[in-house]
């Protein structure tokens, strides 16, 4: 597709539960990034890969937190044993080159994935 | 952690006026970010500015860096009902592999 796609929109779990959310990201964009949102605040970052592998997954909470993209585009992130803290909205993003230091280093975000843990 | 930290926080301003807002940061950076956010969306890019730069003008959007502060600014001129939105201010951290973003700015234009 033209953007970055995530799904599902909207997500509601009970606690305990196990999640997955997925992005597609740009074609040919090579660097995926997955941020998490909670209300009033800026994107946390979360993971970031670079191809097929996990270049700094530093920003994951927790071992409850797992992400792949095996095939280095589609992506999924994976939660364990939901807690009503993991409530936020997920953001997923791709770039072209994957360094946010470089001149070309703008991210393109997807809708979000709202997850709702009760 | 976040990065950058904007200020102010909310901003509510009358169609045609101008809006401006400020964001700090603590590390050196090579370049720096903006983006909008409207309400329940995903975020968009705006402009890009390199730490060589020092204005950059984009549209109605004028950015502007002091890396001897840490610290830009976003102006938007003109405001119009559309520009109503979250603004965050990005970094890149950690290598630069990653943005960190700030909490963000929100302006609402009265129409």
């Known amino acids: 597709g033209a953007g970055v796609s995530q799904t599902p929109s909207n997500k509601v779990t009970e606690k305990g539960k196990y999640v997955e959310l997925r992005c597609d990201p740009i074609s040919g964009h090579t660097a995926l990034y997955w941020y998490r949102q909670s209300l009033g605040q800026g994107p946390e970052f979360l993971i970031y890969f670079q191809g097929t592998g996990a270049a700094d997954d530093s920003g994951l909470p927790n071992d409850r937190f797992f992400a792949v993209r095996p095939e280095g585009s589609v992506s999924t992130l994976k939660i364990q044993r939901t807690e009503r803290g993991d409530s936020a909205v997920y953001l997923c993003a791709s770039s072209l080159s994957g360094l946010a230091g470089a001149n070309t280093g703008e991210l393109f975000f997807g809708e979000g994935s709202r997850l709702t843990v009760l | 952690s976040q990065q950058g930290e904007e200020d102010p926080q909310a901003l509510s301003i009358q169609e045609g006026e101008n809006a401006t807002m400020n964001c700090s940061y603590k590390t050196s950076i090579n370049n720096l970010q903006w983006y909008r956010q409207n309400s329940g969306r995903g975020l968009v890019h705006l402009i890009l500015?390199?730490?060589?730069?020092r204005e950059k003008h984009s549209g109605r959007l004028r950015v502007t860096l002091d890396t001897s502060k840490k610290s830009s600014s976003l102006l938007i001129t003109a405001s119009r009902a559309a520009d109503t939105a979250s603004y965050f201010c990005?970094?890149?951290?950690?290598?630069?592999?990653?943005?960190?973003f700030g909490k963000g700015n929100q302006v609402v234009v009265i129409p």
């Open positions: 990005a970094t890149p951290y950690y290598g630069n592999n990653r943005l960190a």
């Open positions: 500015i390199r730490s060589n730069e």
